[in-house]
């Protein structure tokens, strides 16, 4: 048996917003900061987010599906799946990868604990491709 359990976030509003972001506009959201301009909010009222300093917000809820990756043997899992160095991710911090040959939204979310979100078109064949690194 192995010590990482996956298991899926389920349904979940998303909203992309590329743009210059005014400090403390995503305060009370739950937010992810991909870069200087990319942002991802995971909150079930980010549909509803005004315009905020000029950036473009758009729902990309149906585009992604994910999971988590939980357990003492996650960051070892993560480590075999994708060529970053998992140490430099801090506690609610998140970034691109590639994995599997797609891309990925990596979030560490507790000491050994992670989520991921892929292209939903993908989903199916990286949860495969992550239980076959398992063993």
Known sequence: MSATRIEPIGPERLVAIDGEVPRGALAGLAALRLGPREHLVLDAEAATLPP?????????????????????????????????????????????????GGPA???????????????RSHAAWIEAWLRSLEG
């Not at 996650?74 to 998992?86: F, M, Q, V």
């Not at 939204?105 to 292209?119: C, F, K, Q, S, T």
Request: charged share 25%.
């Open 52 to 100: 905020r300093g000029g950036a473009l917000a758009v729902d990309v809820g149906d585009a992604h599906e994910g999971g988590t990756l939980a357990g003492p043997g996650a960051a070892r899992l993560l480590a075999k799946a994708c060529t970053l160095d998992l140490a430099l991710v801090g506690l609610g911090e998140a970034t691109r990868t590639a994995m599997a």
């Open 105 to 119: 939204i990596l979030r560490r979310v507790a000491p050994e604990a992670w989520e991921l979100r892929v292209d």
